[in-house]
T-cell receptor, first 112, second 117 residues
């Protein structure tokens, strides 16, 4: 079945640093989504991407839908403590009723 | 924005009891709802997809007699874990989507932490 490979698995940042994470797949996706999950809560949608090549920003977050439809990246600029959490990429196929496939997540922590 | 309410947020019960989890869309109609299970430090694993008024579609390896799903209205879906055992302890998350209104994204509830003693 379809799978998403997300990297890195975890990263430690210092406040103010820029962060980058990405997802790749062997299959084509119609939609790419980026979610953030805080401990004990459900995922919250950060950015949704619907077109190949699309570059979308949400505050300090920027995400792109790869031209090949098989990858996406998320950048966070000037990180702050509340950015800590788990970030998941997710994708859906061409059918609007398709289920979301989740990546394995990137755990973002503040370097002490 | 779209809000999905999940209840209860956590539950502890004895082995052998059945537990019902509710998922409600508060300000939109949820034509489709999804139930996920998440183990510690792992990603969300889809258990089943339910469309309002229809039987749920279960993912491979998920026992439909164990995890009963009802989606009787456009704003409510329930997941019942029947005869729960310690291995059923997990974080269960629902999400809802309105497929009658274009390509709308899924919105997630805050999850239910289930602990079976």
């Amino acid at each position: 079945g379809q799978q998403l490979n997300q990297s890195p698995q975890s990263m430690f940042i210092q406040e103010g640093e820029d962060v980058s994470m990405n997802c790749t797949s062997s299959s084509i996706f119609n939609t790419w989504l980026w979610y953030k999950q805080d401990p004990g809560e459900g995922p919250v949608l950060l950015i949704a991407l619907y077109k190949a090549g699309e570059l979308t920003s949400n505050g300090r977050l920027t995400a792109q839908f790869g031209i090949t439809r098989k990858d996406s990246f998320l950048n966070i600029s000037a990180s702050i403590p509340s950015d800590v959490g788990i970030y998941f990429c997710a994708g859906t196929g061409y059918s609007s009723a398709s289920k979301i496939i989740f990546g394995s997540g990137t755990r973002l922590s503040i370097r002490p | 924005g779209a809000v999905v309410s999940q209840h209860p947020s956590w539950v502890i019960c004895k082995s052998g009891t059945s537990v019902k989890i509710e998922c409600r869309s508060l300000d939109f109609q949820a034509t489709t709802m999804f139930w996920y299970r998440q183990f510690p430090k792992q990603s969300l694993m889809l258990m089943a997809t339910s469309n309002e008024g229809s039987k749920a579609t279960y993912e491979q390896g998920v026992e439909k007699d164990k995890f009963l799903i009802n989606h009787a209205s456009l704003t409510l879906s329930t997941l019942t874990v029947t005869s729960a055992h310690p291995e059923d302890s997990s974080f269960y998350i629902c999400s809802a989507r309105d497929l009658s209104n274009g390509n709308q994204p899924q919105h997630f509830g805050d999850g239910t932490r289930l602990s079976i003693l």
